[in-house]
């Protein structure tokens, strides 16, 4: 059997992150364009195979847009009093100055700038990344840049450094290591390489099994190059000389073993390393025998001479050290991490302790001081980061941030003193200073923070009065004064003379610095799946499946909620409209005349445009009709004018006065009340002209394109409000052809001229040489972008249509898109009339996308289904190249602009034969367009898209943190689509979708920054399990807590108890059951277990019942274990529970109230730790063996059957009377279930040793196979074949196929997949939740599809290249001695498949032509196959 891997969601969180210069923009301190703010450094962060690189920004805060309103009202003056914005400089032709009547507020300048993540460039890796580092090598003296260093699971390294060219990262060389002796007998796979860097970039480091790190050193200066040239007798073109393996136990000291972490410290001549081992293993029992195991070693890497001497040896450390925090050079020494206490430890071997519980001085010899006896911390989990050379925050597994100071006696250290909690965070897995006051902690299980600290010197009052330290604290480097003032932050004395004091006495006042915390902004992230299950949700009137997942930790836990389309809510139904053929809701003012001038009634430029008007048209009855409609009092909508003709299009016009409608003969010029005021026919002289198919608008701009392939070009104006025809003669012949053509106003300044030396300076279509131009140009400049028949794509600068670009990579969709710098292409009418061809663009755009700042995109859609979308990226001018012969008409300026392609969709497209051209063919024709809009969901954000209408339509939408989504919108098609703030909402959306028109808002707080929109639900705690309760739509949920722990004896005296300072009971896992509503998410009803006993597992089950008609009924089944302590065995329960309706409150919401009812407890000798239903029975585990009972009367349970099976059973799952154990030891049981008489018969088993976390029944097209994972992430399918003689008659269960996931899956749903070929039974689908917070889907594959994709992912795997030079086909390859060659075969890989569709168009058909098929064959079968549900 044949199936398909796909990840559907990426890996959520940060576990690794660095921060460098990465990116032209820092070096030059802006970004793209002129207008953004300041970038100041990069942040690059990773979390299992996601790569992820960001920009810093620093820019003024957001102003809301009701506070711009109320400066923007008190900014007004008389007008026509002075000159202000609105005036503007006009052509030489000397009008002079002209007020446009519109006065705009000078926002002032706020000195206080905050500081932002903005999203770059993120990559799916094929592999696990174990650290990131920065290091500059001989070529950043060139550039100035910082090169990437990441390292990986499987001992590799790869130096990345950024393209300008390429616009992404590149990769300069990888380092593999995974043939080391110490990678080959490599026998714990729980081993993880660690990456570190020396801090002035002389090595990296690499650390790997059997105590030894792979040292790879780079040069720095050309002295070093030279050396190495003569050393090796030729030259080196590499940034690094050859690395090698450093066996710390023979090639340093032999009692370096097992270590635990290491660092480089700064300030030496040689690079030199901090190691942290163990070289005597012990444990908590042990403690009598081994204690402070733990040791330091300080040595010098001599790279040249290959010798290593130990500086400092440090021994007798707590056995329970767990990192190392390097000094600054200016202090030296190291700071030693352990659960109990923290450990400076200087270059003399002084060690300075301070225990933050009472368990410190227990477990260690060392001599301490006595801890506090109000401290009872706990740091595993904790993460160290210095934001001064004397000042560091311990940031502990809660979140709790403490700085702690170093108290300096001369030049030696003399105590470390712990200060209180000055803030809240995150959850941390990796804390970095960004720069002298950011800092940046990543968290595994929850968003991502950037802090700001800020310092600030205070009075220091006397300590008698000070009762509460400051609630954030920084610490100057300044004298002492007595140790009381330790407490609170060093002291310094400063001296003022006192002004006006009689005696002239100088008054001594003690300050103190303290930080201040502020947020600034954040990362967000949902962290590890623990479980799901899917519900019902409301998008629009629709019911869909929504994925509920337990997800993230501790104070972070919660539910998050996936939906496949962008969740909507329909706000009202406007039949009367129609608008099958198109929607247009306009901002059109009525205008007053200032200076013979017409403008609207002055707005501010951030003031909220609302909509007046509404033109919808449709195709039936012929010709068509178009409606103006207006909004009546009662929020109504009325249509005042009817106007036989179908519109094309339809703007606002004049400064908004009038508006522009486009029909298919004709251009109208109407009044805001729907009179037309002007009428073009289009008309060549007294001969009509084929139809208009498509215009673009842009005041004063219009541009119409015919169904011949002809175009008409119009201006407007502002004089006369009317409009007239443009002369195109500089475009070439007036009968040339163009298939697709739009406008674009750049309002940042990107789209940036730069003319050749030919022209006088003076060429100024940047300065605006008409008043119309004038009027509605202001700062923005105007383009007109057109695409001729051979697949030229032209952009002409506006008003003098001038040729600034031209490329012709436009047609095959190819990822950079740069000037060819070619003059102007003919493009004549052929005769006989061209027919179009799949590669023509149908459709193009160029709109501005993103969220607190726009960036310029590029839309493209061909006729054969491919959509691209490309960035507008700033590059320098292209030199001109000497054409030999000379061409006739040179380019004379060239537009600094280059695109890059950031995504690739393919759609199906239905053909209409062209002989088909009747009334009901053109009623069912769909139009696929795009439609920019404007929208803002909640008062803080506003957002630039593009929505897609037609077949799939779908949302294009870029967000500051996530880059670039298309998100699916969920119709079935979208015939129109228009943003509305008719009603005065300006989140509102207008769309003719199959279910008419309607008004719709997108659902509130959803997040679109990862690849499905989702909805984070904060419940402060952490779930382990999730079902959904059908009959009742509710959701039982277990959350997992923590409670203190006491062991007694069995006459139930407590065995220990606290006997101490800052020592306390231990903690264990508890858990409570909650019923919740998942419309308001509201918690209904809970059963809380003894605080010993936490759920293992829970299900929803039918069990037979006497009490309803049916003979069954849902019950919620739940196994428990029953801790007990170290001494004795463990116990279990099993649980049946039933969700009754009860009276509710009428005050309450919801209205109808649920409660849990326990109907039955039944006690185990061990845990009970799956369950499931079969047949009406229960099937539960207890230890070693599986139990099927019947609920006897609603209150007990009966056995019936059971089985001796593995170890330890971790899943159930039962298909008709066929049941599936997954075992932790003893691999996958495929069992049946006999009622007559009842009996648990074995049918076949996996006699090797593996483990099992999840299993399930995977089926399709009559055939079955068994899905399993384990906890490294390997996925395997197995076969029960009786004809095969290797399974000994069906006993053995075969394993045909392993393929390595690299992360552990916690939880599986089982779906139905339905394909187009109506089957009786629909094949099964697989989604699972990982660790890592990704969802990945399995799916079944047909023969003929599977052996085309096979090929084609052979020859991605050898011909395309991958980032950081990593080998897909090895990233899959499971490890297994009892087969000749890998089980890979029968499992594709979508991450590496999902790289086909981002290829340009002749690359696609170059690799498809190698593996003897089509390349939209091949498209079809993928965009078949990665549907998520």
């Known amino acids: 059997m044949h199936a398909l891997r796909h990840d559907i969601l990426p890996p959520s969180g940060v576990e690794f992150a660095t921060t460098l210069k990465l990116t032209p923009s820092t070096i030059t301190g802006f970004s793209s364009q002129e207008k953004l703010p300041r970038v100041l450094t990069n942040v690059v962060v990773s979390r299992s195979n996601l790569l992820r690189i960001f920009e810093v920004w620093e820019q003024p805060p957001q102003i809301s847009t009701y506070i711009e309103n109320e400066r923007e009202r008190r900014a007004h003056v008389r007008k026509g009093t002075e000159a202000v914005e609105g005036e503007v400089e006009m052509d030489e032709g000397g009008e002079g100055w002209v007020n446009m009547g519109s006065v705009k507020a000078t926002a002032k300048k706020d000195p206080s700038m905050v500081s932002r993540f903005h999203f770059v460039r993120e990559h799916t ?26 390292s990986f699971k499987d001992a590799k390294i790869a130096l990345l450094e950024w393209s300008d060219a390429a616009h992404d990262l590149v990769t300069v060389s990888i380092h593999t290591y995974e043939r080391a002796p110490q990678m080959v007998s490599l026998d714990s796979p729980l081993f993880r390489t660690e990456l570190r860097a020396d801090p002035l970039s002389r090595c990296a480091a690499l650390s790997l099994p059997k105590d030894a790190f792979a040292i790879l050193p780079f040069f720095q200066t050309q002295a070093e190059l030279d050396v190495m040239e003569q050393e090796q007798n030729h030259t080196r073109d590499v940034p690094y000389s050859p690395s090698f393996v450093l066996d710390l136990v023979n090639d340093v000291d032999e009692r370096i073993r097992n270590v635990i972490d290491f660092v480089f410290l700064p300030g030496y001549n040689n690079p030199t390393v901090a190691v942290l081992c163990q070289s005597e293993q012990t444990w908590a029992g042990r403690l009598k025998e081994y204690r402070d195991t733990a040791r330091l070693y300080i040595f010098t890497l001599d790279l040249m001479s290959r010798n290593y001497p130990i500086i400092t040896a440090v021994d007798g450390l707590p056995y329970d050290s767990v990192s190392l925090l390097p000094c600054a050079t200016s202090l030296g020494g190291v700071i030693v991490l352990t659960s109990n206490s923290i450990i400076y430890v200087d270059q003399a071997a002084r060690r300075v302790s301070l225990p933050v519980n009472g368990w410190a001085t227990r477990v260690s010899d060392m001599p301490m001081p006595p801890a506090d006896k109000d401290l009872g911390l706990y740091l595993e989990g904790s993460r160290l980061v210095f934001v001064d050379e004397k000042t560091f925050f311990v940031i502990r597994k809660d979140g709790m941030i403490h700085p702690i100071e170093i108290i300096l006696d001369g030049r030696t250290v003399s105590k470390l003193v712990l200060l209180p909690v000055i803030a809240q965070t995150t959850i941390p897995a990796v804390a970095k200073l960004l720069n002298d006051d950011l800092l940046f902690v990543g968290s595994m299980v929850g968003p991502s923070v950037l802090m700001k600290t800020a310092r600030e010197e205070v009075p220091l009052e006397l300590p008698a009065q000070q009762t509460g330290v400051a609630t954030t604290m920084n610490f100057s480097d300044s004298m002492d004064l007595d140790d009381d003032d330790d407490l609170y932050g060093d002291s310094q004395t400063t001296t003022q003379m006192a002004v006006g004091a009689a005696s002239g006495a100088s008054a001594t006042t003690k300050t103190r610095s303290i930080i201040h915390l502020s947020l600034c902004d954040s990362l967000p992230a949902y962290g590890p799946i623990a479980d799901m299950t899917f519900s019902l949700a409301k998008n629009g009137e629709r019911f869909v499946p929504e994925l509920v997942a337990a997800t993230g930790a501790g104070h972070l836990g919660g539910f998050t909620l996936f939906q496949r389309d962008l969740p909507t809510r329909t706000k009202r139904k406007l039949h009367v409209l129609g608008g099958a053929r198109g929607i247009w809701s306009l901002p059109v003012r009525q205008s007053q005349r200032v200076n013979g001038l017409s403008y609207e009634k002055s707005m501010g430029p951030f003031s909220a445009e609302i909509d007046t008007i509404i033109i919808s048209t449709d195709a039936n009855p012929t010709p068509g009709v178009s409606r103006i409609a207006t909004r009546t009092a009662k929020t109504d909508v009325a249509i005042p004018t009817r106007i036989p003709g179908t519109t094309i299009s339809a703007a606002p016009f004049f400064q908004r006065t009038t508006i522009l409608h486009v029909m298919t003969n004709a251009i109208r010029v109407l009044e805001p009340d729907g009179n037309e005021r002007q009428l073009i026919k289009d008309m060549d002289g007294s001969l009509p002209r084929a139809k208009i198919k498509s215009c673009s608008i842009c005041d004063p701009f219009v541009l119409i394109l015919r169904e011949d392939e002809s175009i008409g070009l119009f201006i407007g104006e502002t004089e006369r409000g009317k409009i007239r025809r443009k002369d195109m003669s500089p475009m070439g012949d007036k009968t040339s052809r163009y298939i697709a053509g739009c406008f674009f106003t750049d309002t940042i300044g990107l789209f940036d001229i730069e003319a050749s030396e030919t022209t006088p300076a003076a060429h100024a279509d940047k300065n605006t040489s008409t008043l119309q131009a004038a009027v509605t140009a202001g700062n923005r400049s105007q383009w007109l972008v057109l695409v001729r028949p051979q697949g030229v794509m032209e952009i002409w600068s506006l008003p003098k249509l001038t040729l600034v670009f031209s490329t012709t990579a436009i047609s095959t969709l190819e990822n950079i898109l740069v000037d060819s710098c070619s003059p102007a292409a003919l493009s004549l009418p052929q005769d006989p009339p061209r ?137 079935t098609v979208v015939y129109a689509f228009t943003a509305c703030s008719l009603w005065e909402s300006k989140g509102d959306f207008l769309l003719y979708s199959d279910e008419g028109p309607t008004l719709l808002e997108w659902a509130p707080e959803v997040q679109l920054d990862s690849c499905l929109p989702y909805r984070s639900i904060p419940r402060s705690r952490t779930y382990s399990n999730v079902i959904f309760e059908h009959s009742a739509s509710l959701i039982v949920a277990a959350s997992s807590l923590q409670a203190r722990f006491a062991s007694y004896d069995e006459d139930g005296n407590i065995i220990w108890e606290p006997d101490g300072n800052g020592v306390s009971f231990p903690h264990a896992d508890c858990s409570t059951l909650e019923l919740i509503s998942p419309e308001h998410w509201v918690t209904m009803d809970g059963y809380e277990f003894a605080s010993n006993e936490f759920v293992n597992t829970l299900t929803c089950v039918s069990l037979e019942t006497t009490s309803t008609e049916s003979g069954s009924k849902n019950f919620i089944a739940v196994g428990t274990t029953i801790n007990r302590g170290e001494d004795l065995a463990v116990k279990g329960a099993t649980y049946i529970f039933e969700v009754v309706e009860v009276v509710s409150d009428p005050n309450w919401t919801p209205k109808r109230w649920y409660k849990l009812k326990m109907r039955v407890r039944d006690d185990a000798k061990g845990p009970v730790t799956a369950v499931c239903g079969i047949n009406g029975y229960l099937v539960s585990s207890m230890g070693q063996k599986i139990f099927v009972r019947a609920l006897d009367l609603d209150e007990r349970l009966v056995g019936v059957a059971f089985l001796d099976v593995g170890v330890y059973v971790t899943s159930l799952r039962s298909m008709k009377n066929l049941l599936l154990i997954g075992d932790a030891v003893k691999s996958v049981w495929l069992v049946a279930f006999q009622e007559d008489p009842y009996k648990l018969v074995t049918l076949a088993k996996d006699v090797r040793k593996r483990h099992a976390t999840t299993v399930d029944f995977f089926f399709a097209g009559g055939e079955l196979a068994i899905a399993s994972e384990d906890e490294e992430g390997v996925l395997r399918l197995f076969a029960y074949d009786p004809s095969d003689l290797e399974s000994r008659g069906g006993q053995h269960l075969l394993c045909h196929t392993e393929f390595h996931g690299h992360k552990e899956c916690r939880s599986t749903i089982m779906i139905a997949r339905r394909t187009k070929d109506e089957q009786l039974i629909p094949q099964a689908k697989l989604v699972s939740g990982f660790t890592d917070g990704s969802l990945s889907t399995l799916t079944p594959v047909d023969e003929a599809v599977f052996k085309r994709l096979q090929l084609l992912q052979g020859q991605l795997t050898r011909n395309v290249q991958h980032t950081a030079g990593l080998n897909p086909k090895a990233h899959r390859i499971v490890r297994n001695d009892a087969v000749s060659k890998p089980l890979s075969k029968n499992v594709l890989d979508g991450q590496l498949l999902s790289e086909f569709q981002v290829l340009g168009i002749s690359r696609q058909n170059e690799i498809t032509r190698q593996i003897g098929t089509e390349r939209a064959l091949v498209l079809h079968d993928w965009s078949s196959l990665i549907v998520p549900w």
């Not at 174990?130 to 090169?147: F, K, N, P, W």
């Not at 051209?917 to 367009?929: D, G, N, P, Q």
Request: with cysteine; charged share 25%.
């Open 835 to 971: 027919k179009p061809q799949d590669l023509d663009i149908d459709q193009i755009l160029v709109a501005p996308l993103g969220e607190t700042s726009l960036v310029p995109h590029l839309f493209a859609f061909s006729r054969s289904g491919n959509m691209a979308i490309y960035e507008a990226l700033p590059a320098p001018a292209p030199t001109e190249k000497k054409a030999d012969p000379p061409l006739p008409n040179p380019r004379t300026a060239f537009l600094k602009v280059k695109f890059h392609k950031v995504v690739s969709k393919t759609f199906e497209i239905q053909r209409v034969e062209e002989t088909e051209k009747t009334v009901l063919a053109e009623h069912k024709r769909i139009s696929r367009t795009f439609v920019p809009f404007m929208t803002s969901p909640n008062m803080e954000c506003t957002l630039a898209g593009v929505f897609f209408t037609g077949d799939r339509p779908c949302w294009i939408i870029a967000t500051d943190k996530g880059g670039l989504r298309v998100v699916p919108s969920g119709h």
């Open 125 to 150: 890796l094929h592999g696990t990344v174990t650290g990131m580092e920065s290091v500059r090598i001989m070529s950043t003296y060139d550039d100035q840049l910082d090169r990437l260093l990441v």
